[in-house]
């Protein structure tokens, strides 16, 4: 017995040490395919990193962007140093680091699942039932984490949801190891830690540490056993809060966490212009210098490369979200359809949806026992929670990655089948092919990836800038390129220019006549623009 215990060790062992490799090696394949590419929301994290490093606080409290991720990245930047041509790199090297980083939290969540329902489950179903075996939890896991951090979240976009993916990852292993038996003072001050840092790499995480901590006091057969613990927790994940909170309140005037969710609530739901907003109560709007092409200057009082862009909530202020039926209808419609189109549309979850229904409805009244689900509730309602809390707005792939992930590993954990030598066969087969699919989806996604577009470009076009006289800090204006859809802001970032003032319909300025543009262009001027770019 001793013996084939260990050739099983050793066996999962190397399964995960394959699984470890194939996973750094897919992540660097893509982060380096990636590597010149840069999205809007990147400009603004650059720049906002900047912020803190030079100690400009004014700049630095946003309430629209968190700010570990900019931490990461600014002091990357001010470490390395790179040049204009290696900027853009550099920040996709560190989305490279973040995702070993989560990788590694990944492994740890599986190692607590699977050795918390070694124990319980020996104890409860093993000799009635069929179940998913160890080595099927660690190839299904590392197949799902590999194609939801891929594909749905990936390291091309400058964001931080790789990061909140591995708080999630930590704080779901945690929670289980609370609900274990080896759970103890030190456990619940990690759990309160990393849902204070999760926050601070996301507003979303407040709201969510909540569901965490929630779900962490009611995971005991007693409440009251929990509560001292958890209170330790909250207060510890409050104490790494509140300084963003407070700092974030004193700048809004008004109590606040962050209003990303707030802002997107006014697009989404209430049909506000998410650029150039307008509405009773505006207190910063945009202004607007020119009718006809529509033309705008937002160059003070907010900084960075864009301002439009830099602090979204800033042009929002003073709008207050309203609650509209057909809006709010409308926006979780919009959610429910992102949803069907992902669990059922693309193949690699069609195939698995249909695996699990399978398995599934083969042994429906063991799978639907009582205490079945126990061993991993907390998980499912941490996920369910978090895909609730988006489809009230907006739902990307990338803010739901990680808990896709958890969704999944909570579904197949309540497989029960009748005991036999067919139904073991039977989960065997259906978890290799869900995990041999993931896993050619991963690497077909990266291996087709086209090769990175745009930063050479983008580089040239600063250079140029700069050998027409456009120097570093420079205030500009664009006609044609709009900085938030296209590359504008990307070029701007890469020459430390910053753009103040827009022409939004370049195609009305180009096609009016020429007193008309003479006088769009006096309007520009006045705006301390050195050039307008196009």
Same mark, same amino acid.
């Given at each position: 017995?001793?013996?084939?215990?260990?050739?099983?060790?050793?066996?999962?062992?190397?399964?995960?040490?394959?699984?470890?490799?194939?996973?750094?090696?897919?992540?660097?394949?893509?982060?380096?395919?990636?590597?010149?590419?840069?999205?809007?929301?990147?400009?603004?994290?650059?720049?906002?990193? /900047?912020?803190? =490093?030079?100690? #400009?606080?004014?700049?630095?409290?946003?309430?629209?962007?968190?700010?570990?991720?900019?931490?990461?990245?600014?002091?990357?930047?001010?470490? =390395?140093?790179?040049?204009?041509?290696?900027?853009?790199?550099?920040?996709?090297?560190?989305?490279?680091?973040?995702?070993?980083?989560?990788?590694? !939290?990944?492994?740890?969540?599986?190692?607590?699942?699977?050795?918390?329902?070694?124990?319980?489950?020996? @104890?409860?179903?093993?000799?009635? /039932?069929?179940?998913?075996?160890?080595?099927?939890?660690?190839?299904?896991?590392?197949?799902?984490?590999?194609?939801?951090?891929?594909?749905?979240?990936?390291?091309?976009?400058?964001?931080?949801?790789?990061?909140?993916?591995?708080?999630?990852?930590?704080?779901?292993?945690?929670?289980?190891?609370?609900?274990?038996?080896?759970?103890?003072?030190?456990?619940?001050?990690?759990?309160?830690?990393?849902?204070?840092?999760?926050?601070?790499?996301?507003?979303?995480?407040?709201?969510?540490?909540?569901?965490?901590?929630?779900?962490?006091?009611?995971?005991?057969?007693?409440?009251?056993?929990?509560?001292?613990?958890?209170?330790?927790?909250?207060?510890?994940?409050?104490?790494?809060?509140?300084?963003?909170?407070?700092?974030?309140?004193?700048?809004? *005037?008004?109590?606040?966490? *962050?209003?990303?969710?707030?802002?997107?609530?006014?697009?989404?739901?209430? *049909?506000? #212009?998410?650029?150039?907003?307008?509405?009773?109560?505006?207190?910063?709007?945009?202004?607007?210098?020119?009718?006809?092409?529509?033309?705008?200057?937002?160059?003070?009082?907010?900084?960075?490369?864009?301002?439009?862009?830099?602090?979204?909530?800033?042009?929002?202020?003073?709008?207050?979200?309203?609650?509209?039926?057909?809006?709010?209808?409308?926006?979780?419609?919009?959610?429910?359809?992102?949803?069907?189109?992902?669990?059922?549309?693309?193949?690699?979850?069609?195939?698995?949806?249909?695996?699990?229904?399978?398995?599934? @409805?083969?042994?429906?009244?063991?799978?639907?026992?009582?205490?079945?689900?126990?061993?991993?509730?907390?998980?499912?309602?941490?996920?369910?929670?978090?895909?609730?809390?988006?489809?009230?707005?907006?739902?990307?792939?990338?803010?739901?990655?990680?808990?896709?992930?958890?969704?999944?590993?909570?579904?197949? !954990?309540?497989?029960?089948?009748?005991? !036999?030598?067919?139904?073991?066969?039977?989960?065997?087969?259906?978890?290799?092919?869900?995990?041999?699919?993931?896993?050619? !989806?991963?690497?077909?996604?990266?291996?087709?990836?086209?090769?990175?577009? *745009?930063?050479?470009?983008?580089?040239?076009?600063?250079?140029?800038?700069?050998?027409?006289?456009?120097?570093?800090?420079?205030?500009?204006?664009?006609?044609?390129?709009?900085?938030?859809?296209?590359?504008?802001?990307?070029?701007?970032?890469?020459?430390?220019?910053?753009?103040?003032?827009?022409?939004?319909?370049?195609?009305?300025?180009?096609?009016?006549?020429?007193?008309?543009?003479?006088?769009?262009?006096?309007?520009?001027?006045?705006?301390?623009?050195?050039?307008?770019?196009?």
């Amino acid at each position: 017995m001793t013996i084939a215990m260990g050739d099983k060790n050793f066996g999962l062992k190397w399964l995960r040490i394959l699984f470890w490799c194939a996973a750094i090696a897919l992540g660097a394949v893509d982060a380096w395919a990636a590597r010149h590419t840069m999205n809007p929301d990147g400009i603004s994290y650059l720049d906002l990193g /900047d912020a803190y =490093l030079r100690g #400009d606080w004014k700049m630095a409290i946003n309430a629209y962007w968190s700010p570990l991720y900019p931490w990461l990245v600014g002091l990357s930047l001010k470490v =390395l140093k790179p040049s204009p041509d290696w900027e853009f790199p550099v920040v996709h090297l560190v989305n490279f680091v973040i995702y070993l980083a989560a990788l590694a !939290s990944f492994e740890f969540f599986l190692r607590t699942l699977t050795d918390y329902r070694r124990k319980r489950g020996n @104890a409860v179903c093993e000799s009635e /039932d069929a179940r998913l075996p160890e080595w099927a939890w660690w190839l299904l896991g590392y197949s799902l984490f590999i194609w939801s951090s891929l594909i749905l979240i990936g390291t091309k976009l400058v964001t931080p949801d790789m990061c909140v993916a591995a708080f999630v990852y930590l704080a779901c292993g945690l929670l289980l190891r609370l609900r274990g038996a080896t759970a103890t003072w030190r456990t619940f001050v990690l759990f309160g830690i990393v849902l204070g840092f999760g926050y601070l790499a996301k507003a979303v995480m407040f709201p969510l540490a909540f569901v965490f901590l929630a779900v962490a006091m009611f995971s005991f057969e007693g409440t009251w056993k929990a509560e001292p613990g958890v209170l330790i927790s909250t207060l510890i994940f409050l104490s790494i809060a509140s300084p963003l909170i407070i700092s974030l309140s004193h700048a809004k *005037g008004r109590l606040t966490f *962050g209003d990303s969710a707030r802002v997107a609530y006014e697009v989404y739901v209430d *049909g506000v #212009d998410l650029m150039i907003p307008s509405g009773n109560g505006l207190k910063h709007p945009v202004k607007k210098i020119f009718e006809s092409p529509p033309t705008y200057e937002f160059g003070e009082p907010i900084g960075g490369t864009y301002p439009l862009w830099y602090d979204t909530s800033y042009w929002h202020e003073g709008i207050k979200p309203y609650f509209d039926l057909n809006g709010q209808v409308q926006a979780i419609k919009t959610s429910l359809l992102f949803y069907c189109a992902l669990f059922f549309s693309h193949f690699t979850q069609l195939f698995m949806s249909v695996c699990f229904l399978i398995l599934f @409805a083969t042994g429906a009244r063991r799978s639907l026992g009582p205490n079945n689900g126990a061993a991993v509730w907390p998980v499912l309602i941490v996920a369910i929670s978090a895909l609730g809390l988006y489809s009230l707005a907006l739902v990307e792939s990338r803010y739901i990655g990680a808990f896709v992930c958890l969704l999944w590993l909570g579904a197949f !954990s309540v497989v029960r089948l009748p005991a !036999s030598q067919l139904s073991n066969r039977l989960i065997a087969g259906v978890v290799i092919a869900v995990a041999a699919t993931t896993c050619f !989806s991963a690497v077909w996604w990266v291996s087709r990836k086209p090769p990175a577009q *745009g930063g050479p470009a983008w580089s040239e076009a600063a250079q140029a800038l700069s050998e027409k006289g456009i120097k570093p800090e420079d205030k500009v204006a664009t006609v044609g390129v709009e900085p938030y859809g296209g590359g504008g802001a990307y070029w701007a970032r890469l020459a430390k220019i910053q753009i103040i003032a827009q022409v939004s319909e370049p195609e009305r300025f180009w096609a009016a006549d020429l007193s008309t543009q003479s006088r769009v262009i006096e309007a520009v001027a006045r705006t301390g623009a050195k050039a307008i770019l196009t």
